[in-house]
C-alpha cells in the first residue's frame, strides 16, 4: 500500500511538473524589464544596462527562448531622477514583468526599495551601496549583480594604504547616501583626512571646494561621485588647482566615459572596478559579441554586469517550476558557482552575487589591473 501511494505521489509530482512546463511554453511572452536613466546625466551608464541585458534576450531567444516561450525586453527611462526611477518602475511593474533590472546608483534603489518590497519582483542592480541588500530595506527581492561596497572599498583601500600612503590626504565625496558611506569606509580604516568637502550630484562647478581642498596641501586626493560625468568634470578641477595630487576615485571613474570626459587628466588616477576587458576567461568573445550587437555599445563593467544579471535571471526562470515571483525568488538564490563575464556569482542569504574587485590604474587611456581584491 505504502509502495502504491508512493508511486501515485511520483506520477502527480511528474504531471504537476509537465503542467508548469505547459503553461510556460503556452506564455506567448515572458517579459523582463529594465529601470534605468536612458537621458540626464546618467544616460551612458544606464544606456549600457540596456545594451547588456539586450544582448542576453537575443542570445535567449536566438536559443528558443525559455521552454519555448519568447522573452521580451521593456526598457523605461527613469531620466537620472530618483522620482524618475520610481515612475519607470511602476510602468514597467503594470506589464507584469517577472524580473526587472533595476539603476545602478545607491540613492535610486534605495528610494525604489519599499516599492520592490511591496510589489515582489525580483529586482538586478548593480548598485554597491550596503544597505540596498540589506534585508530590512530589501525583503529579500533585490539582488545584487556586483560586487558590494565593502568588497570594492576594501581592494581599494588596502591599494590606498599600502601602496601610495598618501602623508596629507583631503576627500571630496557626493553629499549623498552613497558618497557618505565612501567617506565612512576610508575614515574607518584610519584615513586622516586634511580637508574634507561634499558636493551635489550633478554640480557643474566645485572649484569653490577644490580651493579648499588646495589650501590644505595634500598629496592625494580621494573623489566619491556615483555616476562618470560627475567624475570628468571633478578630476579636470583638481588636476587645475592641485595639478600634483594623487587622485583615488569611485567606481565611478572605471568607464570608458569618464576617460572621454577626463581625457589626460585621468592619466594616471586610481580606481576599483569589478570588470576590466580581459579580466575573465570569456571577456574577449564577450566583447566581440557585444560589439557585434550594437557597434555604438560602450564595453564596460556595467554592461557586463548587465548582460550577467539577465543571463542569470534567464536561467532561473527556466529552471522555476512557474512564473510565480516567489518561484523566481528561490530559483535565484539557488544559483551558485555561476561562471559569468565579470566573475562567479553565488548568491548569500543578502542576495549580493560577486565578492571580488580589481584595483586599475589609467595608463594611456586603458585601465591596468594592479591588485585584485579578495
Known amino acids: 500500500m505504502a509502495s502504491r501511494r508512493h508511486v501515485l505521489l511520483l506520477i502527480s509530482g511528474v504531471l504537476a511538473a509537465g503542467y508548469a512546463n505547459v503553461a510556460m511554453a503556452q506564455q506567448k511572452e515572458i517579459v523582463i524589464g529594465v529601470a534605468t536613466a536612458m537621458t540626464g546625466p546618467g544616460a551612458a551608464t544606464g544606456q549600457q ?166 589650501a590644505a596641501n595634500p598629496d592625494a586626493v580621494i573623489l566619491w561621485p556615483s555616476v562618470p560625468a560627475d567624475a570628468g568634470l571633478i578630476t579636470n578641477q583638481v588636476r587645475q588647482f592641485i595639478p600634483d595630487a594623487k587622485i583615488i576615485g569611485s567606481p565611478a571613474f572605471a568607464v570608458d566615459e569618464y576617460y572621454a570626459l577626463a581625457k589626460k587628466g585621468g592619466e594616471g588616477v586610481v580606481t576599483v572596478a569589478p570588470w576590466v576587458p580581459g579580466l575573465t576567461p570569456p571577456s574577449d568573445a564577450w566583447v566581440k559579441a557585444f560589439k557585434a550587437n550594437d557597434p555604438k555599445a560602450t564595453v564596460s563593467y556595467t554592461s557586463a554586469e548587465s548582460y550577467d544579471a539577465a543571463k ?50 589609467w595608463t594611456d587611456g586603458e585601465m591596468k589591473p594592479v591588485n585584485l581584491g579578495q
Open 49 to 214: 544596462i540596456a545594451a547588456g541585458a539586450d544582448l542576453a534576450v537575443k542570445e535567449a531567444n536566438a536559443a528558443g527562448g525559455i521552454k519555448g516561450a519568447k522573452i521580451k525586453l521593456l526598457i523605461e527611462d527613469d531620466r537620472t531622477q530618483p522620482g524618475g526611477s520610481v515612475n519607470a518602475f511602476n510602468k514597467l511593474a503594470s506589464s507584469k514583468p517577472v524580473v526587472i533590472l533595476g539603476p545602478t546608483w545607491t540613492n535610486f534603489m534605495l528610494t525604489l526599495a519599499p516599492i520592490v518590497k511591496r510589489t515582489e519582483i525580483p529586482v538586478f542592480t548593480s548598485a554597491t551601496g550596503a544597505k540596498v541588500t540589506d534585508p530590512d530595506v530589501s525583503g529579500g527581492w533585490i539582488f545584487r549583480a556586483a560586487p558590494s561596497m565593502g568588497n570594492i572599498i576594501h581592494s581599494l583601500i588596502g591599494y590606498t594604504t599600502k601602496s601610495i600612503a598618501p602623508k596629507r590626504a583631503a576627500i571630496m565625496y557626493s553629499n549623498d547616501e552613497w558618497g557618505k558611506s565612501g567617506y565612512e569606509a576610508f575614515k574607518s580604516a584610519g584615513i586622516k583626512f586634511v580637508a574634507e568637502e561634499t558636493f551635489n550630484f550633478g554640480d557643474k562647478d566645485v572649484s569653490a571646494q577644490v580651493l579648499k581642498l588646495k
Open 312 to 361: 542569470i535571471a534567464i536561467k532561473a526562470i527556466a529552471a522555476a517550476p512557474d512564473l510565480e515571483p516567489q518561484s523566481i525568488r528561490k530559483a535565484l538564490y539557488a544559483i551558485k558557482d555561476y561562471d559569468g563575464i565579470v566573475g562567479k556569482y553565488a548568491f548569500d542569504d543578502r542576495g549580493d552575487g560577486l565578492h571580488s574587485a580589481a584595483v586599475v590604474v
